[in-house]
């Protein structure tokens, strides 16, 4: 397993495997890896010889204090984790100094609308942080290609609007939602989980399978309604959010059309833990 810690480090092994034409795709995380990552990994590795994993908390798209200071951080186990794939898998694990020089703050983005829906309602200025720091990332790991998991498919439209932006050389693809057997998004917040929040938070994915089930003969407005009825009656549960929306560029539903694709989205709360899931519902 090869540990890269610094920007010039990073940018000569990238360089040397360059010299040699082997192609490099890049997993961009926050550490406390899982089976999702995982995918992830597994699924660059048939696209590309060598793939890298940043691992990294970005202080820049927290803006709870608190949440950063308990976001999990395990990079020994993380290493570990990793360290089946041999040399086809190196860890960049920079510090905040290594990513953004003296400056730890974020660039103001326009994304065309669709950092200020959902997430960006909640979260104000994350999205600022994560376009931020990818594009720090981007431009140090220069990957052919990066891989993103669909569980944050807002995210993933960001990131893809981004590379645009910056005129980045590398493609982004978004990969299924890697789930537990109990529908249960993987996620690296599900570390700080009790096993009954666990086992409670697979209500999130039985409401977004009857979401689906249920699209095509109710109204967004019905949907939304019942939703929202449902965790006002689950004691384990508080909802933040929960949206229908097209699949391309956010905007919520109000009228359905044919030919245009929708997903639901939901924020909730187990507990202090905020969890996020989506499906694809037509």
Same mark, same amino acid.
């Given at each position: 397993?090869?540990?890269?810690?610094?920007?010039?480090?990073?940018?000569?092994?990238?360089?040397?495997?360059?010299?040699?034409?082997?192609?490099?795709?890049?997993?961009?995380?926050?550490?406390?890896?899982?089976?999702?990552?995982?995918?992830?990994?597994?699924?660059?590795?048939?696209?590309?010889?060598?793939?890298?994993?940043?691992?990294?908390?970005?202080?820049?798209?927290?803006?709870?204090?608190?949440?950063?200071?308990?976001?999990?951080?395990?990079?020994?186990?993380?290493?570990?984790?990793?360290?089946?794939?041999?040399?086809?898998?190196?860890?960049?694990?920079?510090?905040?100094?290594?990513?953004?020089?003296?400056?730890?703050?974020?660039?103001?983005?326009?994304?065309?609308?669709?950092?200020?829906?959902?997430?960006?309602?909640?979260?104000?200025?994350?999205?600022?942080?994560?376009?931020?720091?990818?594009?720090?990332?981007?431009?140090?790991?220069?990957?052919?290609?990066?891989?993103?998991?669909?569980?944050?498919?807002?995210?993933?439209?960001?990131?893809?609007?981004?590379?645009?932006?910056?005129?980045?050389?590398?493609?982004?693809?978004?990969?299924?939602?890697?789930?537990?057997?109990?529908? @249960?998004?993987?996620? !690296? #917040?599900?570390?700080?989980?009790?096993?009954?929040?666990?086992?409670? =938070?697979? &209500?999130?994915?039985? /409401?977004?399978?009857?979401?689906?089930?249920?699209?095509?003969?109710?109204?967004?407005?019905?949907?939304?309604?019942?939703?929202?009825?449902?965790?006002?009656?689950?004691?384990?549960?508080?909802?933040?959010?929960?949206?229908?929306?097209?699949?391309?560029? @956010?905007?919520?539903? !109000? #009228?359905?059309?044919?030919?245009?694709?929708?997903?639901?989205?939901? =924020?909730? &709360?187990?507990?202090? /833990?905020?969890?996020?899931?989506?499906?694809?519902?037509?």
């Amino acid at each position: 397993m090869n540990l890269i810690k610094t920007k010039t480090e990073i940018e000569k092994y990238v360089s040397e495997k360059r010299k040699q034409k082997f192609s490099i795709g890049f997993v961009p995380t926050m550490g406390a890896l899982h089976e999702g990552h995982a995918s992830l990994i597994e699924y660059a590795l048939k696209h590309h010889d060598y793939v890298i994993v940043s691992i990294f908390v970005n202080p820049t798209q927290f803006n709870n204090s608190s949440d950063l200071e308990k976001y999990p951080r395990t990079l020994d186990q993380d290493t570990s984790f990793l360290s089946t794939y041999g040399k086809s898998v190196s860890i960049y694990a920079p510090t905040p100094q290594e990513v953004y020089g003296n400056q730890v703050v974020s660039k103001q983005y326009n994304f065309k609308g669709i950092e200020h829906v959902m997430e960006g309602t909640h979260r104000p200025g994350h999205f600022d942080g994560v376009g931020t720091v990818l594009n720090h990332l981007f431009r140090q790991v220069n990957p052919d290609e990066a891989f993103f998991g669909e569980k944050d498919f807002q995210q993933l439209l960001i990131v893809k609007k981004l590379v645009e932006i910056e005129k980045l050389p590398l493609k982004i693809t978004g990969c299924p939602i890697h789930r537990q057997k109990n529908g @249960l998004a993987m996620s !690296s #917040r599900n570390a700080r989980l009790t096993p009954q929040q666990l086992e409670e =938070a697979t &209500f999130i994915y039985k /409401i977004l399978k009857q979401v689906k089930e249920d699209f095509e003969t109710k109204s967004a407005k019905t949907l939304r309604a019942w939703v929202t009825t449902q965790f006002k009656n689950n004691p384990h549960l508080t909802l933040e959010y929960f949206e229908i929306s097209n699949s391309t560029h @956010l905007r919520p539903l !109000s #009228r359905k059309r044919t030919h245009q694709k929708y997903r639901a989205f939901i =924020a909730a &709360f187990a507990g202090e /833990i905020r969890l996020i899931d989506n499906m694809a519902i037509n």
